[in-house]
């Protein structure tokens, strides 16, 4: 008999709750199945079968916390499903339970084994919340990964808009109000993270926002004449952010105050580039960190982003993927934004805001002419950065972007 026991958190994180179960008891399983997932204020953490061979006992529950290194389930190496031994239980087992038919005829089982085989799929505490209260799991709402019902949901269950539910009285368990429905959901972990740093930032700096905008027609020009040869020889699509993030990388060199941060009373001026991408995913906003950015070639940059956001969709971001950062730039122009006042990543000091690129007619030369345009948004805290500092370093990177080959020349 083996131990299954949560990954070992690093000190920033206290502990975790288990969000999802991918097997059963008695679940046979092969090595590096992926058996549950553990979601901590950061990432979500995947433990996986140690071995071939049978889960015997889940000791924690879908919701339930869990601490660093502690046991979740055993497990029986090298066992099938139906060699696994008897797991001791705290309660002694329930005979099984028979009923006499009305017509005198022969006894029948009150457990329905159709019944288990269908809810096969779900976990151990949401198929016991269905039997104690008579609800089906398939006719609720599930908030979970997928759409899956999670104990939380047959505590408070929303019945899909088809649903006639009945529980054991023949009452209604919940009823549709047509148009006017309401679904109550807890915060997930990582949710409640970003909520609890959103609210610090605002509170605990002085936050100020300053604007510029950038005319891309050089780089929308430079990509599409150099996008098919960049992309046949590195294998990755050249897109606009590599470039600001070369851009903002050359700037915090000029500005060693918009790369550092505050630990306590202290400045900490960093000697390296760490940045951090802002990137949506289901679970929540999370910001995966570029390493030395001043070395990266613009390849490189766009393989890991593209590495990143393919991580960050699958819950597969790692803590030492999130970890540190000095400096952050947020992209909400993918979802139509035109202009907004990012917030603060603490302990950084700034953050860059890039936004949608919109055809507007502009005075060139005294002429007016039609350019596509984008809004640039840098928040800063004020205690660290002077605001000539924080609108020279916005004007630098809208002087790179509006001329590329500045970048090139070191100008």
């Given at each position: 008999?083996?131990?299954?026991k949560a990954p070992v958190f690093p000190e920033s994180v206290a502990d975790g709750t288990i969000v999802?179960?991918?097997?059963?008891?008695?679940?046979?399983?092969?090595?590096?199945?992926?058996?549950?997932?553990?979601?901590?204020?950061?990432?979500?953490?995947?433990?996986?079968?140690?071995?071939?061979?049978?889960?015997?006992?889940?000791?924690?529950?879908?919701?339930?916390?869990?601490?660093?290194?502690?046991?979740?389930?055993?497990?029986?190496?090298?066992?099938?499903?139906?060699?696994?031994?008897?797991?001791?239980?705290?309660?002694?087992?329930?005979?099984?339970?028979?009923?006499?038919?009305?017509?005198?005829?022969?006894?029948?089982?009150?457990?329905?084994?159709?019944?288990?085989?269908?809810?096969?799929?779900?976990?151990?505490?949401?198929?016991?919340?269905?039997?104690?209260?008579?609800?089906?799991?398939?006719?609720?709402?599930?908030?979970?990964?997928?759409?899956?019902?999670?104990?939380?949901?047959?505590?408070?269950?929303?019945?899909?808009?088809?649903?006639?539910?009945?529980?054991?009285?023949?009452?209604?368990?919940?009823?549709?109000?047509?148009?006017?429905?309401?679904?109550?959901?807890?915060?997930?972990?990582?949710?409640?993270?970003?909520?609890?740093?959103?609210?610090?930032?605002?509170?605990?700096?002085?936050?100020?926002?300053?604007?510029?905008?950038?005319?891309?027609?050089?780089?929308?020009?430079?990509?599409?004449?150099?996008k098919e040869k960049f992309e046949k020889r590195h294998g990755v699509r050249l897109g606009f952010m590599?470039?600001?993030?070369?851009?903002?990388?050359?700037?915090?060199?000029?500005?060693?105050?918009?790369?550092?941060?505050?630990?306590?009373?202290?400045?900490?001026?960093?000697?390296?580039?760490?940045?951090?991408?802002?990137?949506?995913?289901?679970?929540?906003?999370?910001?995966?960190?570029?390493?030395?950015?001043?070395?990266?070639?613009?390849?490189?940059?766009?393989?890991?982003?593209?590495?990143?956001?393919?991580?960050?969709?699958?819950?597969?971001?790692?803590?030492?993927?999130?970890?540190?950062?000095?400096?952050?730039?947020?992209?909400?122009?993918?979802?139509?934004?035109?202009?907004?006042?990012?917030?603060?990543?603490?302990?950084?000091?700034?953050?860059?805001?890039?936004?949608?690129?919109?055809?507007?007619?502009?005075?060139?030369?005294?002429?007016?002419?039609?350019?596509?345009?984008?809004?640039?948004?840098?928040?800063?805290?004020?205690?660290?950065?002077?605001?000539?500092?924080?609108?020279?370093?916005?004007?630098?990177?809208?002087?790179?972007?509006?001329?590329?080959?500045?970048?090139?020349?070191?100008?």
């Amino acid at each position: 008999m083996a131990d299954i026991k949560a990954p070992v958190f690093p000190e920033s994180v206290a502990d975790g709750t288990i969000v999802e179960w991918h097997v059963t008891e008695g679940q046979q399983v092969n090595r590096d199945d992926l058996l549950a997932e553990i979601e901590t204020d950061k990432v979500v953490l995947e433990v996986v079968a140690p071995d071939d061979g049978v889960v015997t006992k889940i000791v924690k529950q879908v919701d339930d916390t869990v601490l660093s290194d502690e046991l979740i389930a055993q497990f029986e190496a090298g066992a099938s499903a139906g060699e696994a031994p008897a797991v001791e239980t705290d309660q002694p087992a329930a005979p099984v339970q028979e009923k006499q038919a009305a017509d005198g005829g022969e006894p029948v089982q009150a457990t329905d084994k159709k019944d288990e085989a269908d809810h096969k799929d779900q976990s151990p505490a949401v198929r016991k919340a269905a039997k104690e209260s008579g609800v089906d799991p398939k006719e609720v709402e599930g908030s979970g990964r997928g759409g899956r019902v999670t104990k939380t949901d047959m505590a408070n269950p929303t019945l899909k808009s088809d649903s006639s539910i009945k529980s054991d009285s023949g009452r209604p368990v919940a009823e549709s109000m047509g148009e006017r429905t309401e679904k109550r959901v807890p915060m997930t972990r990582l949710r409640k993270r970003v909520a609890e740093r959103l609210l610090s930032a605002s509170q605990d700096t002085a936050m100020l926002t300053t604007f510029n905008e950038v005319n891309m027609k050089p780089l929308m020009d430079m990509r599409a004449k150099y996008k098919e040869k960049f992309e046949k020889r590195h294998g990755v699509r050249l897109g606009f952010m590599s470039l600001f993030i070369k851009a903002a990388t050359e700037a915090l060199k000029r500005f060693p105050a918009v790369n550092a941060s505050l630990d306590g009373d202290d400045i900490v001026y960093h000697g390296f580039y760490d940045i951090g991408v802002a990137v949506s995913s289901d679970r929540g906003l999370v910001v995966p960190v570029l390493r030395d950015t001043d070395r990266m070639s613009m390849a490189d940059v766009e393989s890991t982003i593209r590495e990143f956001g393919s991580k960050a969709q699958q819950g597969k971001l790692g803590l030492e993927d999130m970890t540190g950062g000095t400096f952050t730039i947020s992209n909400g122009g993918v979802f139509g934004s035109l202009m907004s006042t990012p917030i603060l990543n603490p302990p950084q000091t700034a953050i860059l805001g890039m936004h949608a690129i919109n055809d507007r007619p502009m005075a060139v030369d005294g002429k007016v002419e039609i350019l596509p345009m984008m809004y640039l948004a840098l928040s800063y805290d004020h205690r660290m950065i002077d605001g000539k500092e924080a609108v020279q370093f916005l004007v630098t990177i809208k002087e790179l972007v509006e001329d590329p080959a500045m970048l090139l020349l070191d100008l």
